[in-house]
């Protein structure tokens, strides 16, 4: 498998709260971002390709984020992602969050695959689930 997969984001003066950190809202922004980063990467297509021409949504079903230090714009952002389950019609990433070697958020996204024109649950199509497949732990 090899290292997870590493998505970098830059936060800016315009992610933050007044108390000079990132505002909460945009730690699960910065996780989708490297999730969907990691699709284009491993698949060739992020969510916007998959939706409109696979016709293949994933919306998410749950999502469980655990801060630990505090994100800033000091430092780059780095999302270290990796799937670490696939089920029947559903996929699990696991995204951590460091920021100079500081582990500053872990959290664990799951969404459902969809037929997006009938958003109706489907199992994933088997190219897509062979990426995932060679990915997991």
Known sequence: MGQPFEHEIRV????CDPARIAYTA????????AINAW???????GWFQMELDRG???????????????????H????AVRPVRLGETSVSFEVL????????FEGRFTCVFIDAPTFRKAPPPEDIRAVVEAHLD
């Not at 800016?12 to 992610?15: V, Y």
């Not at 699709?39 to 297509?45: A, I, M, R, S, Y």
């Open 12 to 15: 800016t003066w315009g992610d």
């Open 97 to 104: 969050g460091r920021q100079d070697d500081v582990l500053c």
């Open 76 to 79: 780059r952002l780095i999302c």
């Open 26 to 33: 945009r730690i699960p922004w910065f996780a989708l971002d």
């Open 56 to 74: 293949v949504g994933t919306p998410f079903v749950n999502m469980t984020i655990d801060f630990r230090s505090p994100v800033t714009p000091r």
């Open 39 to 45: 699709w284009e990467e491993k698949l060739g297509d």
